[in-house]
Structures are given as C-alpha cells and as structure tokens.
C-alpha cells in the first residue's frame, strides 16, 4: 500500500521533490519536497486508491471506530469519502469556533464517548492534528488515533504526537516515496541522503550543499 499510494502521489505531482531548487515554506524553511494532497481528489484513480488505503486503516487499526473527523479544510473530502466506504458518521473540526450561530468548532454529531478516528491529508509538525484530536477530546469524543494519506516522520512531529498520546498510521511516509522516487527516476539514488538531512533537522540548511 505505502509504495502503491508513493507512486500515485508522485505521479500526478501532488508530491514534488525539487531537491536543486528548493521550495520556500510560509515559515521560511527551505524545503526539497512540496506536498499538496488535495490533488489526489482530481484523480479517479488515485483517489480511489487513496480513499480505500484511509479505510483499509481504519478496519485494521481502529475496528472499533464510530465515526471519522477530518481536518479542515484538507481532510474534509477524504473523511466524507471514506465515511461513505465504511458507512460511518462523518463530521469535521475547524481550525477555529466560527464567529456566528452557535459558534461551532466541530461540525457535525458527536456525541461525548463517541469512539473516533480523524481523517488527515498530511502530518509535517502534526500541530494542526493535535489541536483536532484535543478539540474532540474537550467535546467528549473518544479519539482512538489519526489516519492520514502522508508524513514526514519529522522527529517534531513524532515528539508532538506521542507528548498529547495520539497514535497516526499513514498511507505512505516519507521513507518509501524516496526509495519509489529514486526507482522511477524522479530522483537520483544520491540525492537520498540530503533528503533524509533535511527531515532530520528541516532548519539546518546544509543538506543543500550536499
């Protein structure tokens, strides 16, 4: 599934590995991968892949789940799609309460011990994702974990997680789409270990000269 899911990523762009011309992140970060995810909903294939990967997950990992949450505004299309899959309640969490009517953070039934998994298009930092699980978690909502389609497995990330107790299975991760990507001549065998430099540490910029 990962290397499945890495190749469809890679094949319609929604990742991008630019390693001799790095990308600038909104925080300054110079970075040789770009991830929009959102571009797996423009592909019948791939999204079918991807939705039935998330799913998968879920009957694997999470059986007991009763409902699935996703991230606003990227994981609200997967969680409804793979709601529809599974025949599950779906809902999402805003990254705020909104400002008018009830003034709602979570949109969509939940009901205090509901057993729920949230739906995530990408894990980086993992800070948008924890600030869901919690937001469920004030509500009375059981979060039994995160699936989501990426990560990084930045060490950030992996240390955010583990300090707020939440459990995240992804579809594909970092490590496989540069193992596919060098196979399928996206990238050079070489260029590997400055790739992996960079998830190491993404604020030291050595990993370019290298």
């Known amino acids: 599934m990962k290397r499945l899911i890495a190749k469809d990523l890679l094949s319609i762009r929604a990742v991008f590995l630019r390693p001799a011309e ?68 779906m809902g999402y969490v805003r990254s705020s309460n909104k400002d008018h009517g009830r003034n709602n953070k979570i949109e969509g039934r939940c009901e205090p011990g509901t057993k729920v998994v949230v739906i995530e298009d990408l894990i980086s930092t993992a800070g948008s994702c924890v600030d869901v699980v919690e937001a469920l978690r004030e509500a009375g909502a059981e979060v039994l974990g995160v699936a989501s389609i990426f990560t990084y497995g930045m060490k950030k990330s992996e240390e955010r997680l583990a ?43 050595s990993w370019i000269s290298k």
């Open 163 to 205: 300090e707020h107790k939440v459990r995240n299975v992804s579809a594909s991760d970092y490590d496989t789409l540069l193992d596919v990507a060098a196979e399928e001549g996206y990238i050079k065998a070489e260029q590997i270990p400055a790739l992996l430099a960079f998830r190491a540490n993404p604020s030291d910029e």
């Open 22 to 89: 790095p990308f600038t992140w909104a925080s300054g970060i110079k970075s040789p991968i770009y991830c929009d995810n959102r571009l797996t909903l423009s592909d019948v294939t791939v999204r079918d892949h991807v939705e039935n990967a998330l799913a998968e997950i879920i009957r694997r990992e999470y059986p007991e789940c009763e409902a699935v949450m996703g991230t606003s505004t990227a994981g609200i299309a997967h969680a409804a799609i793979v709601g529809t899959i599974l025949g599950l309640p």
